[in-house]
């Protein structure tokens, strides 16, 4: 028995079907340079702010950056936080950015002092546990 012809003529193989070709997809990522750091485009769109300002503040010693060999700046992950808190200290307090500099040093202080604080407090809770 052969197979019914189609409309127009045409008869249905019965071929096995052909594999398709597998397609390899090459995407390009930008450069991840040091390791866990972010470049200057990603800082300046995770925080909101123009590369230029970031780069202002990297000048006035207001957040943290390393130069490679090509001279670009690279960030620790923590820089988008940094820089936000930059803008609410800002917001709040009528000091230019030059000044935030120093009322950053002083919370950093009083943050590492807390923390030497309860570090202590907890060694002296567990001493304290014969009364």
């Known amino acids: 028995m052969t197979a019914a ?9 019965t071929a096995t ?5 597998v397609l390899n997809i090459v995407v390009r990522a930008a450069p991840l340079g040091p390791a866990h750091r972010l470049g200057l485009d990603a800082v300046a769109t995770r925080s909101g702010l123009h590369p230029e300002l970031v780069r202002r503040f990297v000048t006035l010693g207001l957040v943290d950056a ?18 936000a808190r930059i803008q609410r200290l800002r917001a709040a307090l009528p000091l230019n950015y030059a000044s935030l500099g120093l009322v950053l ?4 202080r009083i943050s590492e002092l807390e923390d030497a604080l309860r570090r202590s407090n907890a060694g002296s809770r567990s001493d304290e546990s014969w009364i």
Do not use: I, N
């Open 66 to 83: 390393t130069r490679d060999a090509t001279g670009r700046l690279w960030f620790e992950p923590s820089a988008p936080a940094t820089l």
């Open 105 to 108: 040093d002083l919370l950093d």
């Open 17 to 21: 079907p052909v594999p398709r070709p």
């Open 5 to 13: 012809p189609r409309p127009g003529g045409a008869h249905r193989r």
